[in-house]
């Protein structure tokens, strides 16, 4: 069983960055694929970036250049650095874990979820 903690989210307002980390627990991180997904109120849940085990990363055109997912297999987490915010990136933002080394960009795909993190950006 794999547990997934969400941290970093908030208020920005347009332009500015925040930084969110998802610490994980239980089986062998540095062997997962990891993901982070976003859902606005009354959308679907969207692929926003994915790293695999080798580091290979992987980003939403949306998200582009402006994010960057990152890993920490020594701590057992994974970052999302979001700078150039836009109001269109408010959302609760959810980290997940696939039991395989390589990501894909499905949530569907994903077998482990934390809770969420509000991220509201917005003058």
């Known amino acids: 069983q794999v547990q997934l903690v969400e941290s970093g989210g908030g208020f920005v307002q347009p332009g500015g960055s925040l930084r969110l980390s998802c610490a994980a627990s239980?089986?062998?991180?540095?062997?997962?694929?990891m993901g982070w997904f976003r859902q606005a109120p009354g959308k679907e849940r969207e692929f926003v970036a994915t790293i695999s085990w080798s580091y290979s990363t992987n980003y939403a055109d949306a998200v582009k250049g402006r994010f960057t997912i990152s890993r920490d297999n020594a701590k057992n987490t994974v970052n999302l650095q979001m700078n150039s915010l836009k109001p269109e990136d408010t959302a609760v933002y959810y980290c997940?874990?696939?039991?395989?080394?390589?990501?894909?960009?499905?949530?569907?795909?994903?077998?482990?979820w934390g809770q969420g993190t509000q991220v509201t950006v917005s003058s």
């Open positions: 239980g089986g062998t991180f540095s062997s997962y694929a």
């Open positions: 997940a874990a696939r039991m395989s080394r390589f990501a894909r960009t499905s949530w569907s795909e994903y077998d482990y």
